[in-house]
């Protein structure tokens, strides 16, 4: 399954709300998941089926969405939350990524 | 709290076996219905899953790289292994490992920090 995400890159300011999307070539049901990654790190995983947040994960941010199209939302950026996100589903193997989406500061 | 940390050779030359370990620690590897998976990250792109063990020893890989990929598990040593045999230069990445289980629902949190490996003779 090809999970194509966009845009590819979001040019935000500090206080604006974040849309991003991830679309799947068939169906994943609700089997989707969202991860931030910062230059350097790991990713984390912020938000899956598609719209529980896992541990620690902020209430700014939010995932909504089934079958083939998700959107992974931030209400309000704050500073750190300028990285790559990605978008992954578990739906059917392999298991497959998006190309990631940037926010980057304005 | 669980911790995953990589290890490994940082250069592998061309044709050669790339091998990694991803130790555990915080508790035991065995201990829970737990999955650990490899995933790679080419320099300035995106993620590729690798595969997965189960606790107990069935795997799952990528087809795309099941002929060359081995992964294992050692519960007395707390780690998980990736063999990548016939490597070439698109195998440099960075190696990450992950845990899934069902208290997220198989999703993969968490990451260890990742090790990178280059490819060249």
């Known amino acids: 399954i090809v999970l194509t995400q966009s845009p590819a890159t979001l040019s935000l300011s500090p206080g604006e709300r974040a849309t991003l999307s991830c679309r799947a070539s068939h169906s994943v049901r609700n089997y989707l998941a969202w991860y931030q990654q910062k230059p350097g790190q790991a990713p984390r995983l912020l938000i899956y089926?598609?719209?529980h947040r896992a541990t620690g994960i902020p209430a700014r941010f939010s995932g909504s969405g089934s079958g083939t199209d998700f959107t992974l939302t931030i209400s309000s950026l704050e500073p750190e939350d300028f990285a790559t996100y990605y978008c992954q589903q578990r739906s059917s193997w392999p298991w497959t990524f998006g190309q990631g989406s940037k926010v980057e500061i304005k | 709290q669980v911790q995953l940390q990589e290890s490994g050779p940082g250069l592998v030359k061309p044709s050669q076996t790339l091998s990694l370990t991803c130790s555990v620690s915080g508790e035991s590897i065995s201990s829970g219905d737990y999955y650990w998976n490899w995933i790679r990250q080419p320099a300035g792109k995106g993620l590729e899953w690798i595969g997965r063990?189960?606790?107990?020893?069935?795997?799952y890989y990528n087809p795309s790289l099941k002929s060359r990929v081995t992964i294992s598990i050692d519960t007395s040593r707390n780690q998980v292994s990736l063999k990548l045999n016939s490597v070439t230069a698109a195998d440099a990445a960075i190696y990450y490992c992950?845990?899934?289980?069902?208290?997220?629902?198989?999703?993969?949190?968490?990451w260890g920090q990742g090790t990178q490996v280059i490819v060249s003779s």
């Open positions: 063990i189960y606790t107990r020893g069935s795997t």
């Open positions: 089926e598609p719209s």
């Open positions: 992950a845990r899934d289980d069902s208290s997220i629902s198989y999703w993969l949190d968490p």
